[in-house]
């Protein structure tokens, strides 16, 4: 059950982000469609292995950015597309992680439009992996 | 949020030596809580006098605000130990120890002790002398689950366990803690068994409690900083060497590690101001955690090789 989901106490990203961020993986790749039922807070708390409350804090932020919806008596579910809240200052963070890329490829020899062929390259393969998907 | 055990500057001895050391703790209700500390650090001495087994010598333990010392019969009836260590009656077979164990708790829950036999895979006909060091672990757990207990107290539970049981002995112990009745603590020098399953701990050393908390405090205590130092910068080698509240510093290549238990952030600052790049203010695991706390006062073993 949930063999995407690995949650390792080594890294040094805290626990419930590990769970967050394999969750948001899962959905962004297609592993996860809107309206899928995720397990329950217990259940996944029981096949990770893991403090309750540590699942729990995970939930409350995947509800907090609009992935997951808590159906009241029916469970969790994957939600329906709905932008969060933080949007902009979350798409002003996206900014700044392009950017650290491009410190990166400056450093690395890598020109204007290289870079676009990378960027390039890495969406299409991504969009075949979405399409083999389950 | 209440509190399932505390002690008030408890101490203990035994023929003069000091097992533990004016201790106080706060154990949160229906939480699990670890209790961490090397061999001999005093965590079974700990646990045993929480459920009454011993007496101390000074100070008090109370479980859910009850003095132990003086309602200790009353009390166990909702409190548990499992220990590799606690006695069984040998020509008792499994199934018999059930029917005892029941006799003895007024709030034994039968159904609870048959679905656990038959998920934990215990023979019912075998003598408790004849089960492996494994299944005795598990016979004792299932005693102990099927009184309902308020508080469970786990010393080195994993101890002789395969990992398919294991994992199945923690399942049980995160559901029991989950089911918002039971508070779980939890002794071990597995900081593996820890990492995961707590909400709070603390952390001994020769009898005394050396840090606690729940586990967001212990992680925002204590933090790694990790440079880049590619270039001359204004600080010397010595002054590196010698930063205030550093617990440690680590040089690999040109990456430099400091491990700090004081303003993280003002010693990144420092280095960044100095002209270090990629610095960067990093979680440790508990593993680090516990080295760290564990040199501080004193106990580190190097690794020693052998001709």
């Known amino acids: 059950m949930y063999p995407w989901l690995r949650v390792d106490p080594k890294l040094p990203v805290a626990m419930y982000q590990q769970i967050v961020d394999g969750i948001k993986e899962s959905v962004a790749k297609g592993l996860l469609r809107a309206g899928d039922k995720l397990p329950s807070v217990r259940e996944l708390s029981m096949t990770l292995t893991l403090n309750h409350n540590t699942v729990a804090k995970a939930y409350q932020e995947l509800e907090r950015e609009r992935v997951i919806e808590v159906v009241r008596g029916r469970g969790t579910f994957v939600g329906e597309g709905v932008l969060p809240p933080d949007r902009e200052e979350r798409l002003r963070e996206l900014r700044g992680a392009l950017e650290r890329l491009l410190v990166e490829a400056h450093h690395l020899q890598v020109g204007e439009a290289e870079f676009l062929a990378l960027v390039h390259d890495v969406l299409v393969s991504w969009r075949r992996q979405k399409e083999v998907g389950p | ?307």
């Open chain 2, 1 to 307: 949020m209440t509190t399932a055990v505390e002690t008030v500057h408890l101490s203990k001895s035994f023929a003069g030596t000091a097992a533990l050391r004016d201790i106080s703790l706060a154990i949160p209700s229906q939480s699990i809580y670890g209790v961490v500390g090397a061999n001999g650090a005093g965590k079974s001495t700990l646990l045993r006098t929480v459920i009454g087994l011993y007496r101390p010598d000074a100070g008090d333990v109370r479980v859910f605000g009850t003095s132990v010392p003086a309602e200790a019969a009353a009390l166990r009836q909702r409190i548990q130990y499992v220990s590799p260590d606690s006695a069984l009656p040998g020509s008792f077979r499994v199934d018999e120890m059930i029917r005892f164990t029941r006799m003895v708790y007024d709030r034994f829950d039968a159904d609870r002790a048959l679905r656990l036999l038959k998920a934990l895979e215990l023979p019912a006909d075998r003598r408790i002398r004849a089960l492996s060091l494994g299944m005795t672990m598990q016979l004792r757990l299932l005693l102990a689950l099927s009184t309902r207990p308020e508080l469970l107290l786990l010393d080195e539970p994993t101890t002789g366990l395969d990992p398919v049981v294991r994992r199945q002995f923690l399942q049980l112990i995160l559901q029991e803690a989950s089911s918002g009745h039971t508070t779980v603590v939890l002794a071990t020098h597995h900081l593996a068994d820890v990492e995961r399953l707590v909400d709070g701990m603390a952390i001994f050393y020769a009898g005394r409690v050396v840090r606690q908390g729940m586990m967001e405090e212990l992680q925002r205590g204590i933090k790694r900083v990790q440079a880049l130092i590619d270039k001359p910068i204004s600080l010397s080698e010595q002054e590196l060497n010698q930063l205030p509240d550093v617990l440690s510093h680590d040089q690999v290549g040109r990456v430099h590690t400091f491990v700090t238990d004081k303003n993280p952030e003002a010693l990144a600052a420092k280095l960044t101001a100095a002209g270090a790049s990629f610095v960067e203010v990093v979680n440790v695991d508990l593993d680090e955690l516990f080295t760290h706390v564990m040199r501080k006062e004193g106990y580190a073993r190097d690794g020693i090789l052998l001709s």
